[in-house]
């Protein structure tokens, strides 16, 4: 974990994101994702004790028991969420740098339901925000 005092030049700070959730971490551009998933669920736990929302009227996901069960996507295309989602398949020991994650980057997560033994695709469910106000000016 890379704790605000110990913020290096070479660290990371990256957007994960999960529904209407938003997570800012620092992380070593060279810790495995297998950290990455361990400090992640602990802030998770810590801060969404009750599980994590898709959007503000739907139920609470639970968290995972094992954080091997948080899979990561980035987009498709940068900058539009609405071309979708690439899956990163970061194996435990793989890095940030070796999937070529940049700084400030957004990371879409999402939990591998325990009871699907192969891997299979993963939905990655992400709200970004939308501004009512400046849309009812825009349709005016």
Sequence with gaps: ?????????????????????????????????????????????????????????????????????????????????SQGWKALDAKGNDTPMFKKIKDNQVVAFAFRDEAVEEFGEVVFDVAFPIYEEEEEVDDQ
Aim: cysteine-free.
């Design 1 to 81: 974990m890379v704790r605000r005092d110990q913020v290096d030049d070479i660290d990371l700070s990256i957007r994960f994101k999960y529904g209407i959730h938003t997570i800012f971490l620092f992380v070593d551009a060279n810790s495995t994702f297998s950290d990455i998933s361990a400090e992640l669920l602990d802030v998770l736990r810590e801060r969404y004790p009750d599980g994590l929302k898709a959007d503000k009227d739907s139920p609470e996901t639970a968290l995972p028991d094992d954080a091997s069960r948080i899979e990561y996507a980035t987009l498709e295309v940068a900058g539009d969420p």
